[in-house]
Every structure is written in C-alpha cells, then in structure tokens.
C-alpha cells in the first residue's frame, strides 16, 4: 500500500519533471533554428526533440493514471526560463559550445529525476509507471552519451569555423 507521503511526493516529481521535460522541448526548439552550420548536432537534437515530446505524453499518460495533472504554472515558468537561456545563449559568439555545456548538463539533470521517480514508483503504488519512466531515462541516458562523445568534435568544429572566419 503507498504511504500518502510518497503518492503526494511521486506527484509533484511527476509535475517537476513535465516542466522539466516542456523546458527542455522550448530549449531544443530553439537551438534546433540555429545549429546550420552543425548539421550532426542539430539532427540529434531534432531527434531528441521528437524523444521529449513523447516523454510529456508519457508523464502526462503517469500522472492521468493518478487522477493527476501536470502543473500549467510550472510547465509556463519553466517555458519562459527556457526561452530565456536560449536568448542569452543566442547572443554569444561562441553560443555551441554554451548549449553543449548546458546540454550536457541539463541531461543528467533529467536523469537524475527519472531516476529519483523510478525509486519512488513502488512507494507511491505507481507501478505502472515504471516502464515509461524506464524509457524515457534510457533515452535520456543515450543524450547525454552522445553529448559527452560529442564535445570535442564540436568543440574543434567550432574551433575550425573561427580560424576560417579570421582568415
């Protein structure tokens, strides 16, 4: 039986990671219009996007076995925070390597949530969850593998685009 402790908490990691998941699809969206001239990366990251719409219909598809709801003030604040860090990366002259830093950041973030959820499902009587939540960490782990594979090669991508600009 689940302690209404760990319902109530399996819920609101639920809703955070719905926000979590609506942030990361305005991120992608946004980088995905200005990744031209990083033809891998902005397909990856097109891939991904199709993976975290997904994802929100899985949540969404968790928290209406629940009798739940995502949070729409959280899912909006985290919408404008994404479209923020975007307009602030979007600026700098450097601005790949800015999104695959946070890229790279921000997957371990979501891993870390799914994780935490996955070790609250049995608590929370949420059983069913479990293999939705399994698939999105794994396609989240695979992220932030490409990424951490990735960084050099953007990195001297970069790199090689500045060096042909200054000549």
């Known amino acids: 039986m689940a302690s209404d ?8 990691g ?22 031209g001239d990083y033809p891998d990366v902005q397909q ?3 891939q991904h996007l199709d993976e975290t719409n997904t994802q ?12 739940e709801s995502a949070s729409g003030i959280k899912d909006t604040a985290q919408s404008f925070a994404a479209n ?9 002259s450097d601005e790949i ?7 790279n950041a921000f997957e371990h973030y979501e891993i870390a ?4 959820l996955l070790a609250l499902a049995d608590r929370a009587s949420a059983i069913e969850a479990k293999a939705p939540l399994q698939q999105s960490l794994a396609e989240e782990e695979k992220m932030a593998q490409w990424i ?20």
Do not use: P, W
């Open 148 to 167: 951490d594979d990735h960084v050099a090669d953007v990195t001297l991508s970069f790199l090689a685009k500045q060096e042909r600009q200054a000549a």
């Open 84 to 92: 923020m860090v975007a307009m602030g990366h979007a600026v700098a």
């Open 44 to 46: 990856r990251v097109r």
């Open 5 to 12: 402790k760990a319902r109530d908490l399996f819920v609101v």
């Open 113 to 116: 949530a799914y994780k935490s």
């Open 14 to 35: 639920l809703r955070n990671a719905h926000a979590m998941e609506v942030q990361a699809r305005e991120l992608m969206e946004r980088q995905s219009e200005r990744l």
């Open 56 to 67: 929100i219909g899985r949540l969404d598809r968790c928290l209406d076995a629940l009798g």
């Open 97 to 103: 390597l800015k999104n695959t830093f946070a890229n």
